[in-house]
């Protein structure tokens, strides 16, 4: 436990002794030409852009599952088995 209050306190002594460095990065600081910025933001819109064709993907697949459902109910209405459908 002592180890961990002295971590600590030299934590708190460094964020104290260079505040400009620890409020924030180049990004958020202001200096929003910088290089790090721009990466920043690169990997915000390559983040968004897995994360969007993920949720296409899920929805795809269930408006593919809706519409077999919908297919099959129109087949067994009909008559025909589903089954039957596709090997023909």
């Known amino acids: ?9 030299a934590a708190v002594v460094a964020g104290f002794a260079s505040p400009a460095s620890v409020l924030a990065c180049a990004a958020c600081f ?19 852009g897995v994360i969007v064709t993920v949720l296409v993907g ?5 408006v593919f599952v809706s519409r077999r459902a919908a297919a099959s109910a129109e ?10 459908n596709q090997l023909e």
């Open 1 to 9: 436990m002592k180890k961990f209050v002295t971590l600590a306190a």
């Open 30 to 48: 202001g200096k929003s030409d910088s290089n790090m910025a721009r990466s920043l933001n690169a990997g915000i819109f390559s983040l968004m």
């Open 58 to 62: 899920a929805a795809s697949f269930f």
């Open 75 to 84: 087949a067994e209405e009909a008559g025909k088995s589903p089954a039957k």
